[in-house]
Nanobody, 114 residues
């Protein structure tokens, strides 16, 4: 069992920045993929960005060039740096980890005002 704890959400004006962090509770667990998904009101959960243990990244087209994902394998943490935020980035952001099983955090709310 892996528990994921997110932090860093909040309210920001359009054009601003936020930094989301996620830490896994069990450092000894090998986590293949870590990342972030988001779910806006009335919409399905969607991928934002993922990063493998080898450092390969995937980004949603809507965030390319604005968001950067990074991870610390030794600490099992993942960070999402979000710049040039837009109102359409408003959503609950969920941390994700895959060890062969999939784990999710409880989510952190990001609100971008226009």
């Amino acid at each position: 069992q892996v528990q994921l704890v997110e932090s860093g959400g909040g309210l920001v004006q359009a054009g601003g920045s936020l930094r989301l962090s996620c830490a896994a509770s069990r450092i000894i667990v090998r986590i293949n993929v870590m990342g972030w998904y988001r779910q806006a009101p009335g919409k399905q959960r969607e991928l934002v960005a993922t990063v493998t243990s080898g450092g390969s990244t995937v980004y949603a087209d809507s965030v390319k060039g604005r968001f950067t994902i990074s991870r610390d394998n030794a600490k099992n943490t993942v960070v999402l740096q979000m710049n040039s935020l837009k109102p359409e980035d408003t959503a609950v952001y969920y941390c994700y980890a895959a060890t062969g099983l999939n784990f999710w955090g409880k989510g952190t709310l990001v609100t971008v005002s226009s």
